[in-house]
């Protein structure tokens, strides 16, 4: 039997609109032996949406990967257990100068990962998105 569950951890910036989040920040699908976890795309904005790292694409980054570390931690995972991201930047070229802080969040073996080039976000100051995806042993999954 398949559950799934939709979570909006601390530490995770979500869009409301009218009172209501417009998306689910993870979503966790429960199968009997393991969890898929799906993070939605991360961005530099605190929890109340103020963008930080303002014009810093390695702040940016940073900031992005300790969102998607709170949204893992949550459900008890962590960055070994990322099998797939997808990441969105305005600035391609600036994102490879400054792409190697991600390796301090994702070690070897990295996830697999698609980079696209985008004219803008949800912000115009933001300058990365990634959204991750892991898989878990159901036996690991907590939920907050």
Same mark, same amino acid.
């Given at each position: 039997m398949t559950k799934v569950h939709h979570l909006m951890p601390e530490g995770m910036f979500a869009r409301v609109k009218d009172g209501n989040p417009i998306y689910t920040s993870v979503i966790v699908v429960e199968a009997a032996d393991h969890a898929r976890i799906h993070l939605a795309g991360q961005v530099s904005a605190d929890e109340n949406g103020a963008v930080m790292g303002r014009g810093d694409m390695r702040a940016q980054i940073v900031r992005v990967c300790e969102c998607i570390r709170a949204g893992l931690e949550a459900v008890g995972a962590?960055?070994?257990? &990322?099998? /797939?991201?997808?990441?969105?930047?305005?600035?391609?070229?600036?994102?490879?100068?400054?792409?190697a802080v991600r390796f301090d969040y994702f070690t070897h073996p990295a996830p697999t990962?698609?980079?696209?080039? &985008?004219? /803008?976000?949800?912000?115009?100051?933001f300058l990365v998105e990634i959204e991750a995806e892991a898989v878990i042993d159901?036996?690991?999954l907590k939920l907050s």
């Open positions: 962590d960055f070994g257990d &990322v099998v /797939r991201t997808v990441t969105y930047t305005t600035d391609i070229e600036e994102y490879f100068r400054c792409q990962s698609t980079l696209l080039g &985008v004219s /803008r976000l949800a912000d115009p100051d159901s036996g690991r």
